[in-house]
């Protein structure tokens, strides 16, 4: 079965910190990739996606993600956090169509 | 952006009882919706895959005829949990997609608690 690792499972930061929070898939074919984000009290938002092309994607407030085929890693990435970013964040791979895995999460708390 | 709604948001039931979840898309028409499973501190499981006006697609180890699904309309699936037990509790949550274009984003719903008793 495919598998989906976010070794992180909460994160602490200072605000101003950079962040990198790690996401690495098992399949070796065709994927697509994505981070979601789920504020406190709210419902999954899609934070970026990759789907092919320049494998450094710019999503929402200040976040990117890299893709590293050669490594099967979708590393979430922001250089400076804010208390706002205060979050739960999901990497999800997207195998052949409509096959979704989800990691289990980052929990990250930004102090101020 | 794309809004999608569940209803019930909590919902409690003796063992034995059958629960219906709807998932709608409010704003836009969902070609295909997902249903998943989440546990707690675990990730979101996908149950099953949902195109309207056919039967849905199930993963591997999901019992079809203990969730049962309805894709009745562009707008509406429903997930039937039938004869609930406690080991069904869990965290439903909805999503919907908005073509059967591949790049198309998910939109979640924000999903439903169901505890068994």
């Known amino acids: 079965a495919q598998s989906v690792s976010q070794h992180n499972h909460h994160v602490i930061l200072s605000e101003a910190a950079s962040l990198e929070l790690g996401c690495n898939y098992s399949?070796?074919?065709?994927?697509?990739l994505f981070w979601y984000v789920q504020y406190p009290g709210q419902h999954l938002q899609l934070l970026l996606k990759?789907?092919?092309?320049?494998?450094l994607v710019k999503g929402i407030k200040g976040f990117e993600a890299e893709f590293i085929k050669s490594k099967f890693s979708f590393n979430l990435r922001k250089p400076s956090v804010q208390w706002s970013d205060t979050a739960e964040y999901f990497c999800a791979v997207e195998y052949n169509f409509n096959k979704f895995y989800f990691g289990s999460g980052t929990k990250l708390n930004v102090k101020p | 952006g794309a809004v999608v709604s569940q209803h019930p948001s909590w919902v409690i039931c003796k063992s034995g009882t059958s629960v219906k979840i709807e998932c709608r898309s409010l704003?836009?028409?969902?070609?295909?919706m997902f249903w998943y499973r989440q546990f707690p501190k675990q990730s979101l499981m996908l149950m099953a895959t949902s195109n309207e006006g056919s039967k849905a697609t199930y993963e591997q180890g999901v019992e079809k005829d203990k969730f049962l699904i309805n894709h009745a309309s562009l707008t509406l699936s429903t997930l039937t949990v039938t004869s609930a037990h406690p080991e069904d509790s869990s965290f439903y949550i909805c999503s919907a997609r908005v073509s059967d274009v591949a790049r198309e984003t998910q939109y979640f719903g924000p999903g439903t608690r169901l505890l068994v008793l």
């Open positions: 399949y070796g074919g065709t994927v697509n």
């Open positions: 704003d836009f028409q969902a070609t295909t």
């Open positions: 990759y789907f092919s092309g320049d494998p």
